[in-house]
């Protein structure tokens, strides 16, 4: 965050740089107003700092402990077929699993009136619960627990979370899935401060190089080398800040927060009615929303854009301490396995994934969205915990 936010900003708001990424305006004629955001930046630092330190539920320390490791891969397992299964509904109305290829950028662009959408459009986020077998597969093998069917399940896995995601075109969503497999085992050997720092910005540093050769593989790209890329996304934080400054209304009063969980239900029964901040953001920096009116680009809110549209800077010390402790409770959850291979890999995912993303994506649509799949276990569990009937 304060890498972003502390050295982004001065490329930002150099003239010389005016007209390389969308919404330059916005920058430009609030140069006098940075103060504003760097206060806001400062204040959510604090509150992050502030959730961070309260203590989570007390019964996310022991959520997963009683699940032996035997049970564990049968459900890895199981929530696999489902996801394979909810895939190949979901995509059946487009041709299959290959012929999905020719709709993946009109869904992505959010041009549904070019095509009917599927009949089972409610069932695509569950595809997403094969990055939770994955990892959970994963976990298994750091914790010597090597039988065939922990092997088998994180290949088949593996293969299917890829496919997921390159259907999707989540350029970032794959990037961060390689990052996070591959940042466990820094996170197993535990290792000195100063070497976490290195490490840890050595992973982000090289995958923001990765996501932008991806985007040129899946022809994505929007930028002709990679500095112009880096200030093309990484400018969105200050656009929509000062967007939001300048146009927008600041007391939301946390009305979207508060409905949030109405975004795990089919976007079908919500899209008409719940609008999102990321949608009235985009509609002040596009002029319109994402697939309207030929606008084929979503502008997200990042942390600090978001909790002043809640409420002005306040909304922003209230909304980082709700982050905060979500990353805290994250950790707990993560931390709640016997298997210390299943700790080990969702503490990377936390680090390499919610983290990072959290802060610059942090619309609760996107929040739940991203981390559909965990959101779903965790809840299964909790009704398995409550509910006598699951247990008899």
Same mark, same amino acid.
Request: proline share 3%.
């Given at each position: 965050?304060?890498?972003?936010?502390?050295?982004?900003?001065?490329?930002?708001?150099?003239?010389?740089?005016?007209?390389?990424?969308?919404?330059?305006?916005?920058?430009?004629?609030?140069?006098?107003?940075?103060?504003?955001?760097? *206060?806001?930046?400062? !204040?959510?630092?604090?509150?992050?700092? *502030?959730?961070?330190?309260?203590?989570?539920?007390?019964?996310?320390?022991?959520?997963?402990?009683?699940?032996?490791?035997?049970?564990?891969? /049968?459900?890895?397992? %199981?929530?696999?077929?489902?996801?394979?299964?909810?895939?190949? &509904?979901?995509?059946?109305?487009?041709?299959?699993?290959?012929?999905?290829?020719?709709?993946?950028?009109?869904?992505?662009?959010?041009?549904?009136?070019?095509?009917?959408?599927?009949?089972?459009?409610?069932? $695509?986020?569950?595809?997403?619960?094969? @990055?939770?077998?994955?990892?959970?597969?994963?976990?298994?093998?750091? $914790?010597?627990?090597?039988?065939? %069917?922990?092997?088998?399940?994180?290949?088949? #896995?593996?293969?299917?979370?890829?496919?997921?995601?390159?259907?999707?075109?989540?350029?970032? #969503?794959?990037?961060?899935?390689?990052? =996070?497999?591959?940042?466990?085992?820094?996170?197993?050997?535990?290792?000195?401060?100063?070497?976490?720092?290195?490490?840890?910005?050595?992973?982000?540093?090289?995958? !923001?190089?990765?996501?932008?050769?991806?985007?040129?593989?899946?022809?994505?790209?929007?930028?002709?080398? @990679?500095?112009?890329?880096?200030?093309?996304?990484?400018?969105?934080?200050? =656009?929509?800040?000062?967007?939001?400054?300048?146009?927008?209304?600041?007391?939301?009063?946390?009305?979207?927060?508060?409905?949030?969980?109405?975004?795990?239900?089919? $976007?079908?029964?919500?899209?008409?009615? &719940?609008?999102?901040?990321?949608?009235?953001?985009?509609?002040?920096?596009?002029?319109?929303?994402?697939?309207?009116?030929?606008?084929?680009?979503?502008?997200?809110?990042?942390?600090?854009?978001?909790?002043?549209?809640?409420?002005? @800077?306040?909304?922003?010390?209230?909304?980082?301490?709700?982050?905060?402790?979500?990353?805290?409770?994250?950790?707990?959850?993560?931390?709640?396995?016997?298997? /210390?291979?299943?700790?080990?890999?969702?503490?990377?995912?936390?680090?390499?994934?919610?983290?990072?993303?959290?802060?610059?994506?942090?619309?609760? /649509?996107?929040?739940?969205?991203?981390?559909?799949?965990?959101?779903?276990?965790?809840?299964?569990?909790?009704?398995?915990? /409550? =509910?006598?009937?699951?247990?008899?």
């Amino acid at each position: 965050m304060g890498l972003v936010f502390g050295l982004i900003i001065p490329i930002v708001t150099n003239e010389d740089n005016y007209g390389l990424f969308v919404g330059y305006g916005f920058v430009r004629s609030n140069i006098n107003n940075v103060y504003i955001h760097t *206060i806001s930046a400062t !204040i959510a630092l604090i509150g992050i700092q *502030i959730g961070w330190k309260i203590n989570p539920i007390k019964s996310s320390l022991y959520y997963f402990y009683n699940i032996n490791h035997n049970s564990i891969s /049968k459900y890895l397992l %199981l929530i696999l077929i489902v996801s394979f299964l909810s895939q190949y &509904l979901y995509t059946i109305d487009y041709g299959g699993f290959v012929g999905y290829f020719d709709y993946n950028r009109l869904i992505r662009a959010g041009m549904f009136d070019s095509f009917e959408r599927s009949r089972f459009s409610f069932l $695509s986020p569950f595809s997403n619960l094969s @990055i939770v077998s994955c990892l959970g597969f994963i976990g298994l093998i750091i $914790s010597g627990r090597t039988n065939f %069917l922990n092997i088998a399940g994180f290949a088949i #896995a593996l293969l299917f979370s890829c496919y997921v995601l390159y259907a999707a075109a989540g350029r970032i #969503a794959m990037i961060s899935l390689l990052a =996070v497999v591959l940042a466990a085992p820094m996170v197993m050997t535990r290792r000195k401060y100063t070497s976490w720092i290195f490490g840890y910005f050595f992973v982000i540093f090289f995958g !923001i190089i990765a996501i932008y050769n991806l985007s040129w593989w899946l022809d994505l790209k929007s930028s002709n080398n @990679i500095s112009s890329y880096v200030l093309n996304e990484f400018s969105f934080p200050f =656009v929509s800040f000062f967007a939001q400054l300048e146009q927008g209304f600041h007391f939301y009063s946390f009305v979207e927060v508060a409905l949030s969980p109405l975004y795990l239900l089919p $976007s079908s029964l919500t899209s008409e009615w &719940l609008i999102g901040a990321e949608v009235r953001n985009t509609i002040i920096v596009m002029g319109s929303a994402k697939g309207v009116g030929g606008n084929t680009a979503g502008i997200p809110t990042d942390m600090i854009t978001f909790g002043f549209m809640q409420l002005h @800077i306040l909304g922003v010390f209230f909304y980082s301490i709700i982050i905060g402790y979500i990353i805290k409770l994250s950790y707990a959850l993560a931390n709640s396995f016997q298997e /210390k291979g299943m700790r080990i890999i969702f503490t990377s995912y936390i680090l390499f994934r919610i983290c990072p993303f959290i802060i610059f994506y942090s619309h609760p /649509k996107h929040i739940i969205s991203t981390n559909f799949g965990f959101i779903f276990i965790i809840i299964i569990r909790y009704i398995y915990i /409550k =509910v006598r009937f699951f247990r008899i």
